[in-house]
């Protein structure tokens, strides 16, 4: 008895014995599997586990880490499966990782960029330097409050952090950011963390997605290919519900003035005759759009649009492994579902 296993990196599905692990059947049939030690010590063979599943024998936690688990990482070294089954080896922008850095900073410069929506930028006065990729975020932790997950909106390379905060109804760090936080107050900011960052390698199309707050991860995404002078055109849908929840719009369309490649477009759910795009983001996204083979999609903001639009984007075909998102829980929605998966709102 065998499964079938595709190896999507390769362009072609294997019969994996029972009892094999993927890399041994993947090897057999002469397809260049990225491996190295093949015992589960090394993560050379750290693949995403498309569909199906896969039972992991014995490996080491700096192979494979819990966190890497939980978001669909496997071993192929150590992978044998149990069903019909799609594996991708990991790209190499995949592999990236930014030490850890445990900073003290210091806010800089406060603005409102909507009415529920500031901008704080932070100093960094000790800990740095602080790399990370366009897309990442950190924990913040303002004085009194627990800390709170906030995607950095500024590129790499800044020497000043940019954060979008957005008031969230009964959530107490939020309220004290919009009420108390003031130029010279000494924040904690601990990171980065996240998967879902700018692949720079990459040379596709990438549609970029934002909804509300999620503006700030997916800035930093396509200010970072343009300052890397990234050859392909960036689809950049920024959803909203109406004029007054928008903000850079105009920086934006400036940038897409200057960069032929950038094509930015708002869309407003509760439009009125603004004269804007109307609908919601994903259904705007699917106006456009047929096909997006080839393409990359990087998406942040509510989970409900995150949703929706990832399920778009794999019924038009999509890969999985190509849709990177970033879904904006709430402290309270957190607590509720017991997860931690992105930065808040």
Known sequence: MSFKVRIASAGRTIDVPTGATILEAALDAGISYPFGCQSGNCGACKSHLVKGEVTMEGYSEFALSDEEKSRGLILACRAVPWDESEVAWLEEDDLIVHPRRLLSCRVVSLDDATHDIKRVRLEIVSGGPFD??????????????????????????????????????????????????????????????????????HRGPIIAVAGGSGMAPIKSIVERALQKALPQHIYFYFGVRSECDLYLHDHFAALAEKHTNLHFIPVLSEGGDSGRRQGLVHEAVAQDFDEVDGCKAYLAGPPVMVEAATLLLEQRGMRRVDIHADAFYTAAEMANAGKKTGAEQ
Request: proline letters at 9%.
């Open 132 to 201: 990370f990729s366009a897309g990442q975020f950190a924990s913040v932790t303002f004085d009194g409050c627990p800390p709170r997950d906030y995607s950095m909106a500024n590129v790499p390379g800044d020497p000043i952090l940019e954060f979008h905060i957005r008031r969230t109804a009964g959530g107490a760090t939020s309220a004290h950011v919009a009420e108390k936080l003031k130029v010279g107050d000494s924040v904690r900011v601990e990171g980065p963390f996240g998967p879902s960052y700018l692949r720079e390698s």
